[in-house]
């Protein structure tokens, strides 16, 4: 299957190698790096960042760094969705160690299974998470009980797991998610993306009990919790009073950043604020901006003809671009069915760590997981759960795409044609 982007003519001015213009070509090469060399990723996108930005204003005469930042009377600038991330990053690492301090996650054995199953079940306490979290904090959360549940040794494909359980949660529900709240936002009712869920649920039960299992051989979960322990009850009103503004703000102001730092600064007049877990998640929210600001860059204009193909295919290309210009592009063109959109571009940026935030959230928790090569030998069963996920959801539901919108609503009497 071939998905290829369609882009803006090339004028004469910017240089291309074999017809792809020379921007592509330095994002790839960025990509390469990050999977090559993992314990330099930061660099690496910084450097990706610094020759396609240089690249743009030398030879690309309609690009316009300030317009592309803050925006113009025709489009919003990227200054939203890379404000958002830097919030969420810094803000959710906060989040981690106030969950992590309140000891909650040592009692959580008395509630798991203590063979492979308890695994599963962590995975399942991520996915419903993630429904109406962003799946950052799922994964988080998600990450951290797991972190503590197996003694801090995680195999990888169970990592990918966890990032395909937190995205696949948000996949049909537009508060779960920054691409399907977009959907929202724009007009897109929530019933038109909730049967995402058709495909996240099997797709999560295949990665699921494999990485249940692989983890179960690589360290079994604790069978019982300490005795005597005290959950600082605090804390958790702390990580309550952020989960409550991120919803809050993302519903209210399409800005959960924003409900995040008022949780934590909240919670600062109560008790001690782990201040030191900031600096110790820059270098991977710097990457992730880089990447998201690479991609931005992109001179992609619009997609091929809106069909099921072209959105599975999206699954794929999410792993390595940012979902959200693609999901900006499939809002604008019209004729997808929604919640297969939801799903794929969702769910399919779990098949590498860096394909979603999640991935680059959990990453800063588990290192070891910015080892592309051994994340996609471990966590091959992600991209398998994603086919799966995908053709269960289009044998049972079908492909029903919407016709192209106007004014952010279907227009009435209007059909396009189904899938069988």
């Given at each position: ?32 790096g ?82 492979w ?7 399942v ?48 529900s ?11 936002i ?19 039960l ?65 008790t ?22 690479c ?8 997609l ?40 794929a ?52 539901v ?20 189904q899938?069988?």
């Amino acid at each position: 299957m071939t998905l290829m982007l369609q882009i803006n003519g090339a004028s004469a001015a910017v240089p291309t190698i074999a017809g792809i213009r020379l921007e592509f070509v330095l994002f790839a090469l960025t990509l390469l790096g990050v999977a090559i060399f993992h314990r330099r990723t930061m660099h690496v996108a910084l450097a990706g960042l610094s020759a396609i930005l240089l690249f743009k204003l030398s030879f690309d005469p309609s690009f316009h760094l300030f317009e592309h930042i803050v925006g113009s009377e025709l489009e919003e600038g990227e200054w939203r969705v890379l404000l958002n991330l830097l919030g969420l990053l810094l803000g959710f690492a906060v989040l981690a160690k106030h969950f992590e301090e309140s000891r909650l996650p040592e009692v959580l054995p008395r509630f798991l299974p203590d063979d492979w199953k308890g695994g599963l079940v962590l995975l399942v306490m991520v996915f419903v998470l993630s429904s109406f979290l962003d799946n950052i904090a799922a994964a988080i959360i998600g990450g951290t009980v797991a972190g503590v549940v197996f003694r801090g040794r995680l195999h990888i494909g169970y990592i990918a797991a966890v990032i395909a359980a937190s995205n696949a949660g948000g996949s049909g529900s537009v508060v779960g998610d920054t691409t399907t709240t977009m959907m929202w936002i724009d007009g897109v009712a929530a019933r038109d993306v909730a049967h995402g869920y058709v495909a996240a649920v099997p797709a999560l039960l295949v990665c699921g009990i494999v990485a249940a299992f692989q983890q179960d051989r690589l360290q079994r979960i604790t069978r019982d919790a300490p005795a005597g322990v005290e959950i600082e009850w605090r804390r958790i009103v702390v990580v309550a009073l952020i989960l409550t503004g991120t919803i809050a703000t993302n519903i209210l102001f399409d800005f959960p950043a924003l409900g995040v730092w008022l949780g934590i600064l909240a919670g600062a007049f109560f008790t001690r604020t782990p201040w030191r877990e900031v600096p110790r998640s820059i270098r991977g929210t710097v990457f992730l901006l880089s990447l998201v600001m690479c991609a931005s860059m992109m001179p992609v204009n619009e997609l091929p003809s809106a069909s099921w193909v072209t959105a599975m295919g999206l699954g794929f290309v999410s792993a390595v671009f940012d979902n959200i210009p693609l999901t900006k592009l499939a809002l604008e063109q019209g004729g997808y069915d929604w919640g297969v959109l939801a799903y794929a571009v969702g769910f399919g940026g779990s098949m590498i760590w860096f394909g979603s935030s999640a991935g680059v959230a959990m990453s800063n928790l588990y290192p070891q997981a910015k080892n592309t090569a051994a994340y996609l030998r471990d966590g091959w069963h992600v991209a398998l759960a994603y086919v799966v996920g995908f053709f269960i959801m289009l044998g049972v539901v079908g492909w029903h795409p919407h016709p192209a919108r106007v004014g952010g609503q279907d227009p009435p009497g209007v059909e396009l044609e189904q899938a069988p």
